[in-house]
């Protein structure tokens, strides 16, 4: 079973430690670190959530020309982090930059799956058009730019649960679509446009479910992580 990921969106290392020391010591989880904690905790605070017995999900949304991207997955692929993502919307080249700068990490660590943000979750319909000036729908240019992913030789993709479907068909079924936008029913959605339930992730063929304040902004995080995950689990046979 595939635990969900918990999206640890603090702003400092004791923040961070004040919510892991919430859960049970044993309690293995799979971590997400994005740029908020990142350009606090930096690779010593990864290290050590890995030195943990945790898996980490380095999430920067790498953007910026092929050359500068490779070299930064080239950095990062060899510190024993599972998942490490680049924005899709840098293109192809950038993208097969940064699977050639996974290759030539020369490190003994496992080297991590390399996945491509697609349309953010915060991205509505309505700002594809009016932002973005794009003419075609949300599941065309998310897909579209699966497709590119693909085409570059990532592992998968960042998109919304809403997706999956669509995705797995343009590409294949191993193919893998992590799903951020996770909220329980009746609940506030936030920032997010594409907003889906745990269950309806599961149902929908998610592989992985990010989730950060339904779970870091519960009275009882731990509680609402163990209901997330069974909600999730419960749904999800295959996985
Ligand atoms: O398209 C994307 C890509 C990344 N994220 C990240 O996931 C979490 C979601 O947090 P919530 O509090 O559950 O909304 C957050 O760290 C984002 O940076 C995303 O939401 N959408």
């Known amino acids: 079973m595939t635990r969900p990921i918990i999206a640890l969106d603090f702003s400092d290392q004791e923040a961070m430690t004040h919510f892991l020391r919430l859960f049970p010591t044993h309690e293995k989880l799979y971590l997400k670190v994005g740029m908020e904690l990142f350009y606090q905790i930096g690779i010593n605070g990864v290290?050590?959530?890995?030195?943990?017995?945790h898996d980490v999900f380095l999430d920067l949304k790498l953007h910026d020309i092929p050359h500068t991207v490779a070299r930064s997955v080239r950095l990062l692929s060899g510190l024993g982090i599972r998942l490490l993502n680049v924005h899709a919307l840098g293109g192809v080249k950038m993208m097969q930059a940064a699977k050639a700068g996974l290759m030539a990490n020369g490190s003994a660590t496992a080297?991590?799956?390399?996945?491509?943000?697609?349309?953010?979750?915060s991205?509505?319909?309505?700002?594809?058009?009016?932002?973005?000036?794009?003419?075609?729908?949300?599941?065309?240019?998310?897909?579209?730019?699966?497709s590119l992913a693909q085409q570059a030789g990532l592992d998968g993709v960042v998109c919304s649960a809403l997706e999956v479907k669509t995705i797995k068909q343009v590409t294949n079924s191993d193919f893998i679509c992590v799903?951020?936008?996770?909220?329980?029913?009746?609940?506030?959605?936030?920032?997010?446009q594409r907003v889906v339930t745990p269950q309806q992730a599961?149902?929908?063929?998610?592989?992985?479910?990010?989730?950060?304040?339904?779970?870091?902004?519960?009275?009882?995080?731990y509680r609402a992580y163990q209901q997330i995950k069974y909600l999730w689990e419960a749904n999800n046979v295959t996985r």
């Open 111 to 121: 080297l991590p799956k390399l996945i491509a943000v697609t349309q953010l979750t």
């Open 202 to 221: 599961a149902e929908l063929g998610s592989d992985r479910i990010v989730v950060g304040r339904p779970i870091t902004q519960a009275a009882d995080p």
């Open 179 to 192: 799903t951020p936008g996770i909220r329980l029913a009746q609940t506030t959605s936030d920032d997010q």
């Open 47 to 53: 290290q050590t959530l890995i030195d943990a017995g």
């Open 123 to 146: 991205t509505s319909e309505m700002q594809l058009k009016s932002e973005q000036l794009v003419t075609a729908s949300m599941m065309q240019s998310v897909s579209h730019l699966a």
